[in-house]
């Protein structure tokens, strides 16, 4: 393992391009649950039965619920040593992009600055019917929160699970990855589409792909390098 740290260190920190992409593994160590982790439910229902357009169709409260129960979860996060690490290698590497799954804003606090939300950011709100989108730290939210231009109900500015994402802010995501040379993915299962694809794009594209996890993922086997262990332990010895 030492020879292996040792090995992408050097590697990742002669690159001239570096792209992260971040999962909630990489939060896990602040106290926020994954969703396919051991304690990745929230009271007795499934979370990716939850987060979905159906859910909140049928039953706005429960899921409002839900966000509100995770605002107050993330606003007592702090940064771990891998969201730090992270800063770091962006301070180091001229072209550095973070594409993140996560919607926690724990890189924007840390200090990264060049990041790409793919899935949104939980402490913005959006109306269901206009373009009304603003930020909104208040927890809990009064319910039901109410556009204040045309009355309809808000819901969080998130992607829930059976949404497309924002085609610009994919496709954003996607000129990096297609340009980098070397993709650094972090605390994801590489389970949830398209946010996983990007690591299959990046390979196509030539681009030498290093993981961290602490356990196998379904994009293992197509890794240059595999790192087993917390996010929070092995990035650090990566920048050093
Ligand atoms: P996931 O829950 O599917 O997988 C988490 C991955 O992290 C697993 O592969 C697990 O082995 C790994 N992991 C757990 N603890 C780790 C640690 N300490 N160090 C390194 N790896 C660790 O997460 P996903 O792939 O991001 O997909 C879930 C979806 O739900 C995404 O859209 C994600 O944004 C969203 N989500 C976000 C948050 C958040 O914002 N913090 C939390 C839960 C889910
Ligand atoms: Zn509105």
């Known amino acids: ?38 304690d990745g439910l929230w009271q007795k229902y499934n979370v990716t039965q939850l987060a979905t357009p159906e859910a909140f169709k049928k039953d706005p409260k429960l899921v409002w619920d839900f966000y509100n129960w995770r605002r107050g979860l993330i606003s007592k996060a702090k940064c771990n040593l891998a969201h730090k690490a992270l800063v770091k ?16 804003d724990l890189h924007r606090k840390a200090g990264n600055k060049n990041i790409i939300e793919l899935h949104g950011n939980i402490w913005w709100i959006r109306c269901t019917k206009c373009d009304f989108l603003k930020e909104d730290r208040r927890i809990p939210l009064p319910f039901p929160p109410l556009c204040p231009k045309c009355q ?10 059976g949404e497309a994402l924002d085609p610009d802010i994919l496709a954003l ?28 794009i990046a390979k196509e594209n030539g681009a030498f792909l290093i993981e961290v996890n602490s356990e196998p993922s379904e994009a293992t086997p197509i890794m240059d390098i595999s790192l087993r262990g917390k996010a929070g332990e092995i990035l650090p010895q990566l920048c050093e």
């Open 152 to 161: 309809s109900l808000l819901r969080p500015h998130v992607v829930w699970f």
């Open 1 to 38: 393992m030492y020879n292996e740290i040792e090995k992408t260190r050097e590697i990742l920190l002669n690159t001239k391009k570096l792209t992260v992409l971040s999962g909630a593994g990489i939060s896990a160590e602040s106290g926020i649950p994954t969703f396919r982790g051991a």
């Open 89 to 104: 290698l962006e301070q180091k590497i001229s072209d550095f992009c973070l594409i993140t799954q996560n919607i926690d």
């Open 173 to 200: 995501a996607i000129k990096e990855i297609k340009t980098t040379e070397i993709l650094l993915v972090v605390g994801t299962s590489a389970t949830v589409q398209p946010a996983a694809s990007l690591i299959w």
